[in-house]
């Protein structure tokens, strides 16, 4: 049930970036303990 959770966060992640992407562009700043995700997308 973990394993499940972790692939629909993934893909909720996926699917605001594109939209965002659609919308003009951004930046994600994603911190999650010593994990830190920085994504910058036009």
């Known amino acids: 049930m973990f394993f ?3 692939v629909v966060f993934i893909l909720v992640i996926i699917l605001l970036a594109f939209v965002v992407h659609w919308a003009g ?3 994600l700043n994603l911190r999650l ?9 036009t």
């Open 25 to 27: 562009g951004g930046v």
């Open 4 to 6: 499940f959770w972790v």
């Open 33 to 41: 303990g010593h994990f830190i995700l920085n994504v910058g997308f």
